[in-house]
C-alpha cells in the first residue's frame, strides 16, 4: 500500500505551513495554563468521533468544539492545528483552517457572486468538514459589517446543530463576543465549546 501523502492533506485543509505534521508532541509547556490546555485539546481530539462529532450517541457532547482564548502569541493558532491534525490522524475525520477575517471575504464573493469556483467549493466545506478551526475569530469585526458579523455566528450555530464541533480562537474576551455579535454568543460559547484559557508568555519574544 502507498504510505499517505500528508504534505497534499495539509494543504487541502489550508493548515498554515508552520504547523503542518505538528503533533501533541511538538508542543512545549511554557506556563502552567498551556499544561491545562493541552489536557483538554488531547481529551477532545481522542473522544472526537465517540463523543464530540457526528456519529457521536454522548448526546450531552455533539457538536461541541473548542474555544481557545488568549493574548497574542500564547499558542493559540497551534493548539488548534494541532488537534486538527491529530483528530485527522487517529480517527481520518476531515479537517480545514480558515482565518475568520479571510472567511468572510470568501463568504461576501460567493454572495456577491463573484467568487471562482476555488472558493465556492471552500465555502461550501466550511459546513460540511468534520473539524473547522476558525482562527482569530473578533479580527474580522473591525473592518466587517454587522450583516457579515452574522454570518460567522450563523456559521458556528449551524455546525453546532449538525454536530460538527468547531475550534475556535480568539483574543477577545466573551463579553466584547456579545458586544461584536449578539447578546445570546457568550451564553452560546458556554454550550457550544469546553473554553480553554491561554495565558503567560508571548513565545514570539522568547
Ligand atoms: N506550546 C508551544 N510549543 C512550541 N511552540 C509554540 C507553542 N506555542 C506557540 N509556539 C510558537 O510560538 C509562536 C506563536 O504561537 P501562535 O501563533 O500559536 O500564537 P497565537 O496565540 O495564535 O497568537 P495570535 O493571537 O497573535 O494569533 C509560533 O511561532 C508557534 O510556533
Ligand atoms: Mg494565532
Known amino acids: 500500500m502507498l504510505p499517505i501523502d500528508y504534505s497534499w492533506r495539509w494543504e487541502t485543509a489550508q493548515i498554515p505551513h508552520e504547523c503542518r505534521g505538528r503533533g501533541f508532541d511538538d508542543w512545549k509547556i511554557y506556563n502552567p495554563s498551556a499544561e491545562k490546555a493541552i489536557a483538554a485539546a488531547a481529551a477532545f481530539a481522542a473522544d472526537f468521533p465517540e463523543h464530540y462529532g457526528r456519529t457521536s450517541t454522548d448526546r450531552s457532547r455533539v457538536g461541541k468544539g473548542l474555544l481557545l482564548i488568549g493574548d497574542h502569541g500564547t499558542g493559540k493558532t497551534t493548539l488548534a492545528c494541532m488537534t486538527a491534525a491529530e483528530i485527522h490522524w487517529a480517527h481520518d475525520n476531515t479537517i480545514m483552517y480558515v482565518k475568520a477575517s479571510r472567511m468572510l471575504s470568501?463568504?461576501?464573493?460567493?454572495?456577491?457572486?463573484?467568487?471562482?469556483?476555488?472558493?465556492?467549493?471552500?465555502?461550501?466545506?466550511?459546513?460540511?468538514?468534520?473539524?473547522?478551526v476558525i482562527d482569530d475569530v473578533g479580527k474580522e469585526y473591525r473592518t466587517a459589517s454587522g450583516y457579515v458579523g452574522a454570518e460567522i455566528t450563523d456559521l458556528m450555530r449551524g455546525r453546532y446543530e449538525d454536530g460538527l464541533p468547531t475550534t475556535a480562537s480568539t483574543n477577545e474576551s466573551l463579553e466584547k463576543w456579545d458586544e461584536m455579535y449578539d447578546p445570546s454568543m457568550s451564553s452560546f460559547a458556554h454550550q457550544a465549546f469546553t473554553i480553554v484559557h491561554l495565558a503567560g508568555l508571548d513565545m514570539r519574544r522568547v
Open 106 to 132: 470568501d463568504m461576501r464573493a460567493v454572495v456577491a457572486g463573484n467568487a471562482g469556483p476555488k472558493i465556492v467549493r471552500r465555502v461550501a466545506r466550511l459546513r460540511t468538514v468534520h473539524n473547522l
